[in-house]
């Protein structure tokens, strides 16, 4: 037993937002806007406010695209355009009512956009055989993409969200900048380090002319691919973050190119271990996190600042309320819900 409030439990303030736990519901996506037009639908509504009520500190959003082109699928949800601020809305209030804190991951698919039409990247290579072959971008393009996220985040903010993530991992647009496996261009959007960090730095700049909360990104840490980005190269990339104001690297892995990943419990928790004290900045684990133990253990040994629960929040909505048993603790429950609790 514990004899103090565990960790997990504990409240952690980030810039002028404060979570009342270290939990996060991982951005996950749900591919349910049916009409193909990015607005919440009910099934939103309360699939993010249940785990709301199971007293998750942090509720994310699934990605959330800033451009029609730049969906996963045509039934993602969508912020490229001011017509989804009012469900957002909706859709915040609904979460922060219930305690929890509201944020967002923006994204853009880049080449692994699974739509109608063309697609583009920083370069003209398919992710796979399978795939269509995006158009290599223009510097207009670029230009008008970096406008989308700023537009993006302006529309989150209106929304009234907590946090915004920006969406730099899994081989989407901004991950294939960042890794030199899809990123073959010869102006300074290539080659070097700093030229395939431009494009997410002006991201985050554009950003940060619109949103002065925190501000997180997720990024894929490990190519799983000799030729491809390592954590050591992701270290000097989140310095670069967080000296561009980053606030958080939420350290997944993978996805820029077919490859296998060896899978077990807590396997992507050494990235954010690494990154968060060799660029010492915050970092937040996921990847097979399942129980208070485990999470608590990262914690304790300061491996990370913030746990993201994925597949475990699509089991079981009240996991906080699991993860405090294991941990053997109490924590507070919806008042309605007291009986039972």
Known sequence: MFHIQPLL???L??????????IVMSPMCMYSCYEQDGIVTPWHMTHYTSR??????????EAAAVSPQGRISAEDLGIWD??????LSKLVS??????????IQIAHAGRKAMIDGPI?????????????????MSLQQIEETVNQFRSAAKRAKAAGFDVIEIHGAHGYLINEFLSPLSNRRSDFYGGSQENRYRFLQEIIAAVRLEWEGPLFVRISANDYHPEGNTPEDFVTYSKWMKEDGVDLIDCSSGAVVPAKIPTFPGYQVSFADKIK????????????ITTGRQAEEILQNKRADLIFIGREFLKDPYWPRSAAQDLGT????????ERGW
């Not at 303030?13 to 270290?22: A, E, G, H, P």
């Not at 001011?82 to 469900?87: L, M, Q």
């Not at 990247?121 to 055989?129: L, M």
């Open 9 to 11: 439990f504990q409240p």
């Open 13 to 22: 303030t980030i810039r002028d937002v404060t979570l009342k736990n270290r």
């Open 52 to 61: 709301a009520m199971g007293q998750t500190g942090l509720i994310m959003t």
């Open 82 to 87: 001011d017509s989804h601020v009012e469900g």
């Open 94 to 103: 609904a979460i922060q009512e219930n305690g929890s804190k509201a944020a």
């Open 120 to 136: 583009i990247a920083p370069s003209a290579i398919a992710f796979s055989e399978k795939m269509k072959t995006p158009e290599e």
């Open 277 to 288: 004290n060799e660029a010492e900045i915050a970092t937040a684990a996921v990847g097979l």
């Open 330 to 337: 109490e924590i507070e429950s919806p008042k309605q819900y």
